[in-house]
T-cell receptor, first 113, second 115 residues
C-alpha cells in the first residue's frame, strides 16, 4: 500500500520563504509530483522528481530523498496568489505502463500581507 | 476544445438515478484517469485507461464504471447513485509516450451532489 503525509495547513507572510514537507511509504516508486490547486479549480502541475536532489523552477524548487521517503516543495518570494493547496503525489507504474498517482491530502497555504 | 473538458460543471442527482460524467481531451494523450476529491481525503483514483479499449480499477472503483471507445473520450458512469458519491470529480490525461514524468493534466471538474 501507499501512505503519504503532509501538513494540513501552513501560514506565511508575503515575500517570505516556505517549505512544505511530504513523507511517503510506497512500493514501486516511480517519481514524485507536486501540484498546486486553487480553491474551486483543477490541480496544475508544478514539479516532478524521480532522482535524489533539488529541482529548481523559478520561485519554486522541489527536493527528493528516495532513501528517506521524503520530499519538500520550497516557495520563495511568496506572493498573495500563492495561497492555494499544494498536493504531493507519488507515482508508480501500474500494469500496462499507466502511471498511477497516489495523492496526499494537500497542504493549504495561506499567504498573509 | 483546448485541453480537457468535463460536463456537466455541476449536477444535483436523486439517489438511485443513473448518471454519466463526460470527459473529452484533444491532446491525443493515451492515458486517462478519473478521480474524486473529498474534503480531508485528497484526490483518489477511481478508474484509469492506458489506451483506447482498455480500462483498469483504481483505489475506489466500486459503484462506478468507465469505457474508452476512442482516444479522446472517457465517460464515468454511476449506475445507481448513492449519497456517499457526493464529491468533486476530476478527469485527467497524460502522454505515456513522452519522456520525463508524464504529468497528468486535469479537467475543470464536475461537482456532483446526490440527495
Amino acid at each position: 500500500g501507499q501512505n503519504i503525509d503532509q501538513p494540513t495547513e501552513m501560514t506565511a507572510t508575503e515575500g517570505a520563504i516556505v517549505q512544505i514537507n511530504c513523507t511517503y511509504q510506497t512500493s514501486g516508486f516511480n517519481g514524485l509530483f507536486w501540484y498546486q490547486q486553487h480553491a474551486g479549480e483543477a490541480p496544475t502541475f508544478l514539479s516532478y522528481n524521480v532522482l535524489d536532489g533539488l529541482e529548481e523552477k523559478g520561485r519554486f524548487s522541489s527536493f527528493l530523498s528516495r532513501s528517506k521517503g521524503y520530499s519538500y516543495l520550497l516557495l520563495k518570494e511568496l506572493q498573495m496568489k500563492d495561497s492555494a493547496s499544494y498536493l504531493c503525489a507519488v507515482s508508480r507504474i501500474s500494469s500496462g505502463s499507466a502511471r498511477q498517482l497516489t495523492f496526499g491530502s494537500g497542504t493549504q497555504l495561506t499567504v498573509l500581507p | 476544445i483546448a485541453g480537457i473538458t468535463q460536463a456537466p460543471t455541476s449536477q444535483i442527482l436523486a439517489a438511485g438515478r443513473r448518471m454519466t460524467l463526460r470527459c473529452t481531451q484533444d491532446m491525443r494523450h493515451n492515458a486517462m484517469y478519473w478521480y474524486r476529491q473529498d474534503l480531508g481525503l485528497g484526490l483518489r483514483l477511481i478508474h484509469y485507461s492506458n489506451t483506447a479499449g482498455t480500462t483498469g480499477k483504481g483505489e475506489v472503483p466500486d459503484g462506478y464504471s468507465v469505457s474508452r471507445a476512442n482516444t479522446d473520450d472517457f465517460p464515468l458512469t454511476l449506475a445507481s447513485a448513492v449519497p456517499s458519491q457526493t464529491s468533486v470529480y476530476f478527469c485527467a490525461s497524460s502522454d505515456l509516450a513522452g519522456e520525463g514524468g508524464n504529468e497528468q493534466f486535469f479537467g475543470p471538474g464536475t461537482r456532483l451532489t446526490v440527495l
